[in-house]
T-cell receptor, first 114, second 113 residues
């Protein structure tokens, strides 16, 4: 399968714990995006990378959130000191210039914070 | 905050019927996209629109980029049970090259056999 993959698919954690999610984009896609989706709403932009450079971060991305894409391939999203309000589906997408608007999404990681 | 208004919020139709949904904004978008999302999965891109007035088809799906650049609609003809899901519109605001998508809150489609 050459699509976007995300791991884990599900994560249950206790409030205050740290969690890390991984995204593997479609090979050769130079842009990688992270979105968050809560029930009944569309995805909300968090951050994006062009190759290894993180070029934009949403105000939704508090100091407890950090994302990396060290080699311009896979990316990780870490949430420190999780809160119940962090419970959501975290989606990763990738795209290839010049058609960067056409984003291919992974299946998401569903986070539940108890 | 959310800048796209998607309607209707939900639709219940009979198999074989045609469906129409739309998306409006107070801002000008230079790209409109339509996605479908199944439960527990990520959105799948259906159609991308790049020019005002553009009408594009993908099988039984047809979407149009509004002339004012502030709206778009999606039509599904002769619906079938596998059309069930949540349909999202998304757009990219004028004067941005980030590729960051702004999504509507979706139209949930139920098709009765």
């Amino acid at each position: 399968d050459t699509g976007v993959s995300q791991n884990p698919r599900h994560k249950i954690t206790k409030r205050g714990q740290n969690v890390t999610f991984r995204c593997d984009p479609i090979s050769e896609h130079n842009r990688l995006y992270w979105y968050r989706q809560t029930l009944g709403q569309g995805p909300e932009f968090l951050t994006y990378f062009q190759n290894e450079a993180q070029l934009e971060k949403s105000r939704l991305l508090s100091d407890r959130f950090s994302a990396e894409r060290p080699k311009g391939s896979f990316s990780t999203l870490e949430i420190q000191r999780t809160e119940q309000g962090d419970s959501a589906m975290y989606l990763c997408a990738s795209s290839l210039e010049p058609s960067y608007n056409e984003q291919f999404f992974g299946p998401g990681t569903r986070l539940t914070v108890l | 905050g959310q800048q796209l208004n998607q309607s209707p919020q939900s639709m219940f139709i009979q198999e074989g019927e045609d469906v129409s949904m739309n998306c409006t904004s107070s801002s000008i978008f230079n790209t409109w996209l339509w996605y479908k999302q199944d439960p527990g999965e990520g959105p799948v891109l259906l159609i991308a629109l790049y020019k005002a007035g553009e009408l594009t088809s993908n099988g039984r799906l047809t979407a149009q980029f509004g002339i004012t650049r502030k709206d778009s609609f999606l039509n599904i003809s002769a619906s079938i049970p596998s059309d069930v899901g949540i349909y999202f519109c998304a757009g990219h605001l004028e004067n941005t090259n980030a590729g960051k998508s702004t999504f509507g809150d979706g139209t949930t489609l139920t098709v009765k056999p």
